[in-house]
């Protein structure tokens, strides 16, 4: 996937993806990483605690992924990107 855009919301889903491959590859750790890093730069996005929520619970930590639901049930976004 090449970067043909630097919309907050492009980046965001980039990242997500990037981090989806490697939840599919098993690469659990440095898909947690990669949705870490997405939560950094995008706090109000809702999709972004979401994805760290899947990723925690790949690694079958029940706790971290249970607080990554929690806080993108609660996120403010909901927003919309220009």
């Not at 690694?59 to 249970?66: C, F, G, S």
Request: net charge positive; proline share 2%.
């Amino acid at each position: 996937m090449s970067c043909t855009s630097t919309r907050p919301e492009y980046i965001e889903d980039l990242f997500n993806a990037t981090g989806y491959s490697f939840l599919r590859d098993k690469k659990l750790k440095e898909a947690i990483g990669v949705f870490k890093f997405n939560v950094k730069m995008h706090t109000k996005a809702s999709s972004t605690y979401d994805s760290l929520g899947e990723g925690y619970a790949a690694m079958r930590d029940k706790k971290l992924a249970k607080e990554s639901y929690e806080i993108q049930s609660n996120s403010t976004r909901k927003i919309q990107w220009p």
